[in-house]
């Protein structure tokens, strides 16, 4: 073996795995939001929500009293310093949306509502937050990881020689896994 | 190892240095001059005037889209208008009442938009996507679009809403 291919070896280790390193935690965060995020129409990826019914004798009807009764509402199955804004859709039905996303629907005929209380998923609401690339230099950094992603594919040709590299095992590998998402495309699109 | 951690520092600063996509004005009750204000209970008979110009509507913030985050329905107790962006809006803004500038945009629904429907209904209900309850109220929609037409001797129904520009809280 000559040098050259000795020295290109040893690089591509010595960078697969310090840059890999590196990149671990943002790996994990696009790896944990990407799967929250895929399932976004089997639920909320951002949020639990909690339904709770409530029924009450209060005049929410529109009029100059409809805010006081709205906040004499909240202090009863909520706060009132957690009012945000109310609004009527209809005829039939006050809005009001509390501080934090949640939000009541109330049936001003009879009565009944709907407390609908949203909470932050942990870790995963902030995972979604940057994987949704939210300012510039986020958006250089994520750039930086797609690059090191590409530096990874580059690496792993060299790392492993013999029957278990990329002309052995891991080409096999690396050809089902081409395989996969052409078939894909071949049968969806 | 000091080099490291030097490189360690100026990376977490150049990270925390944050910067705001959106174009916000935040000054309280501030609209512009220039740009004509248009009640959400009459935008749908007045943008029609205004379409590709820019117009600012007041309203609430009922529903920030969660596949993306790049739209709003923007209401009022008397209507509602969609809001479409290129940027995330942020979700904090639900229940927010804001001054809203847009570009107005108009979607034509004409005999063409309701073939185009209906080959997509009939595409995705024979692959399965969607079942049979859902294929025919799509159908009904279809044909309700089509007697609108008829009954107004129109060629076209006009979908109204807005590009995001900017917008200002109302505090």
Redesign the interface.
């Known amino acids: 073996m000559s040098i050259a291919i000795k020295t290109l070896r040893k690089w591509s280790r010595i960078l697969h795995r310090d840059v890999g390193f590196f990149f671990i935690g943002i790996t994990l965060i696009y790896a944990i939001s990407g799967i929250a995020l895929n399932h976004?129409s089997d639920w909320?990826?951002?949020y639990t929500v909690e339904l709770r019914n409530f029924t009450t004798t209060l005049n929410l009807e529109?009029s100059n009293a409809t805010k006081d009764n709205i906040l004499l509402l909240l202090d009863k199955i909520n706060s009132r310093k957690n009012y945000?804004?109310h609004?009527?859709?209809n005829d039939n039905t006050l809005?009001i949306?509390?501080?934090g996303?949640s939000?009541i629907a109330v049936n001003i005929l009879n009565g009944n509502g709907t407390a609908k209380y949203l909470k932050k998923r942990p870790l995963i609401f902030e995972t979604n937050y940057l994987h949704?690339?939210?300012?510039?230099?986020?958006t250089w950094?994520s750039d930086i990881f797609a690059g090191a992603l590409i530096l990874f594919v580059i690496t792993s040709f060299f790392i492993t020689k013999g029957k278990k590299g990329i002309i052995g095992r891991g080409g096999i590998y690396m050809l089902l896994g081409i395989i996969i998402p052409i078939l894909f495309l071949l049968y969806y699109m | 190892m000091k080099k490291i951690i030097f490189l360690l520092a100026i990376f977490t600063v150049l990270i925390s240095c944050k910067t705001e996509t959106k174009k916000v004005n935040q000054i309280k009750g501030v609209k512009s001059q220039e740009v004509p204000q248009i009640a959400i209970g009459e935008f749908n008979t007045k943008a029609g005037d205004f379409v590709n110009k820019e117009v600012q509507v007041k309203g609430i913030v009922d529903h920030v889209c969660k596949h993306g985050g790049k739209k709003i329905l923007l209401v009022t107790d008397d209507g509602d208008v969609h809001v479409t962006s290129e940027e995330r809006f942020n979700e904090t803004l639900k229940g927010s009442e804001i001054i809203l500038t847009g570009v107005v945009l108009e979607g034509r629904i004409d005999e063409a938009y309701c073939l185009k429907m209906e080959g997509d209904n009939i595409k995705s209900h024979s692959e399965g996507t969607s079942n049979k309850e859902q294929f025919e109220a799509k159908k009904e929609h279809i044909q309700q679009y089509r007697d609108q037409m008829k009954a107004n001797n129109i060629d076209h129904i006009s979908n109204y809403s807005l590009k995001y520009v900017s917008y200002s809280k109302v505090e």
């Open positions: 976004m909320n990826p951002n529109k945000k804004s609004y009527y859709p809005k949306f509390l501080k996303g939000s949704y690339n939210p300012n510039r230099i986020w950094f």
